[in-house]
């Protein structure tokens, strides 16, 4: 399914604000039995000066939203999740108490249970979090209270926060080989169980770097064997488990993604939101006991459950929630739907991105993405060569309006054409935008340009 991509008026479809303004017309509806208040606000003259300052500051940024960046993970957020973000910030949220997020803390409950269900959980516990690396922070932190004191294992692709999170833990952490796609060595990791100490591996379904997917259905063979608690990681890749595009590997992993302890999701990754948005979950919602604490000046309010009680932080964004809860209202998290079909879009594009690569012998591609993030060294004598023409390359890209990224990556990806070993600068290409599908033709051209 192709995404109805219909031009923007402009660059950034100022019109949408046309929109905020009727939705904060019918906010305002519900406040008016009040006295209007009496507020400071600042001298409009002033106020412009520094908005416009601020305008002028910012044009000093890749165009992240265009379709010709296709570099790293970023993408503004869809129109949805900005609106009803900004929407919400004019009353301010705090979903930490009920009383501080009433509506908010609802539609937080809603939008995680929606995402807890697409894992296949009818019943969880979970909460968002400012990002992938707090929502990682309290999976780890919950698998250490009930594993205290044993190892972690994240493979050596894993992101590189799990290391620092169980030094922060004061938990032992060693990686794990990868193989030559990216993706968790099997024998590599059932050999380190053998040796013993292990409580927590952490599984990465769609990898920073370039969007492997671990051997989920291996992994739960061997928890069987040897028992530790299982933590997937899919803050980047975990949205596809929607898509239908998959092949059969990957497939393989998501279908049993129900089966971990735990999950983190970013929904500022591929879920349309802006930054400030994780999300993790657990399967058990026994595990709220580990974060009993009481707060007396919050918790008073209600009997009800505040999500504070269930979360490391305290003060968090109620606009996240929202946001989150209007974009799932808009692009419900079904298979075969219209939020499922920007991302089979994305992967397409991938595929159609490895398969020119693959064409072109000035590129070694690496192995073809399981997702979307699609990554090339560039022909050469040896790495080091390589490496220089990568950067070449990305710096006559990024003049010509196609913004690319470098990565240092193993040589095995590529196949170790120079039979050296180690890494080699390479280029990347994460195409998490559905736009990149039909800009492909021209991405390959500014590339073909930019090469050499
Ligand atoms: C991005 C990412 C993280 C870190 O998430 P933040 O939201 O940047 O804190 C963790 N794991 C994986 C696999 C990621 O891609």
Known sequence: MLYDFRPMPGQLDTDSLLLLHDALAELEEGFVKLPEPAMRSADPASLRRVLLEVAG????????????YAGQMLKPPHAVAR???????????????????????????????????????????????????MANLEALWVAGQLKPGSTVLASSQAHYTHGRISAVLKLPFE????????RMDLAALEKRLQAGGVGIVVATLGTTAVGSVDPLPGILALRERYGFRLHADCAYGGYYA???????PARAAYDRLGEVDSIVIDPHKHGLQPYGCGCVLFRDPAVGTHYRHDSPYTYFSSKELHLGEISLECSRPGAAAV?????????????????????EDCRAAALAFHARLADDPRFIAAFPPELDIVAWAMRAQDAADSSAKARATFERAANAGLHLALAELPVEFFGDPWGSGGTVTALRSVLMKPEHRGALPAIAKLLSESAG
């Open 57 to 68: 500051r910012m044009r000093n940024n890749y165009p992240y939203y265009h379709p010709q």
């Open 83 to 133: 609106l009803a973000y900004a929407l919400a910030m004019w009353i301010n949220p705090n979903n930490h108490a009920l009383d501080g997020g009433r509506a908010s803390s609802a539609m937080e409950k809603e939008a995680v249970a929606g995402i807890a269900s697409m894992f296949g959980w009818a019943t969880h516990l979970g909460h968002l979090t400012s990002g992938g690396t």
């Open 175 to 182: 990686p794990i080989a990868a193989d030559r796609d990216g």
């Open 242 to 248: 929607l898509a239908g595009n998959l092949e059969a």
């Open 323 to 343: 946001a989150l809860w209007a974009t799932q209202r808009l692009y419900p998290l079904t298979r075969g739907g219209e939020f499922a079909g920007m991302l």
